[in-house]
């Protein structure tokens, strides 16, 4: 099944410059493993490892249909036909060092 | 180089006294591949910070689409800090996300809400590295006329 799933100016060195790929799975997980199959590297700029299970990076916004998913699942969020995902690296920062 | 209208330079100025001592932050959007910083979108602090700044997820998503309708993008990122000088931080260095646009900064440290000057300062963010650039202010509606002109 396909997703359209939009690809930010900083991601698209993955995906040949498109704004958009097409992706397919049933969970935002399953769908960010298939975009990994097509766009090697992607994965590691969207999902880290969180004290042994992984989750969505805290700087990387991830829409199903315009919701943020951390508000519908995370990455357990569930997905289907003609659903658009939309991916927004945070826009943020300030004078407290990391 | 930036190039940025007096009007948009004096409203980003406004705007980071205005949250002092709050970090401000915002966008000056323009049309893709134009590098003209046109469309002053001032954003909410959603952190409501001294020292970090973030734009809240929902009204990133909305700002995003708006630009994206009109074939714009942020060509300007603007964030002031409110203690500390108008240089990149780290955290501002390792979040960077957009490799296009020049990154402003304002330091209210001096006079906060008050009148008086403030450093304004612009860089590109681009894998890590920070390189400053120069600021130059049209007066207003300069840069529509010049290219008018043949």
Redesign the interface.
């Known amino acids: 099944m396909a997703i359209e799933v939009r690809i ?3 991601l698209r060195t993955y995906t040949d410059g498109a704004k958009a790929v097409e992706g397919s799975g049933g969970t935002l997980s399953a769908l960010i493993d298939d975009l990994e199959g097509n766009h090697p590297g992607i994965k590691e700029r969207l999902v880290e490892d969180k004290s042994g299970s992984v989750d969505l990076r805290r ?1 990387v ?1 991830v ?1 199903i249909n ?1 919701e ?1 998913v ?1 508000f519908i699942g995370g990455l357990d969020a569930e997905l289907s036909d003609g659903d658009q995902v ?1 991916v ?11 | 180089m930036l190039t940025i209208a007096q009007e948009t330079y004096d409203a980003i100025v406004a705007h980071a006294k205005r949250d002092h001592p709050d970090e401000a932050c915002g966008v000056v959007a323009g049309p893709e591949g134009s590098d003209r910083p046109e469309r002053f979108v001032p954003m909410v602090n959603a952190a409501g910070s001294p020292t970090f700044y973030e734009f809240d997820s929902t009204e990133l998503l909305a700002l995003y689409k708006d630009m994206d309708a009109r074939d714009e993008e942020p060509v300007v990122v603007y964030h002031s800090h409110t203690a500390t000088e108008a240089y990149p931080s780290r955290t501002d260095i390792g979040l960077a996300s957009e490799p296009n646009a020049h990154y402003v900064l304002v330091s209210t440290r001096e006079h906060g809400n008050s009148e008086g000057p403030v450093e304004f300062r612009s860089y590109r963010i681009t894998d890590g590295v920070v390189t400053e650039e120069e600021v130059t202010i049209t007066p207003t509606g300069t840069a529509d006329q010049r290219e008018s002109t043949p």
């Open positions: 930010p100016t900083i700087f916004n829409y315009d943020d951390r939309v927004l690296p945070a826009v943020a920062g300030g004078a407290l060092p990391a």
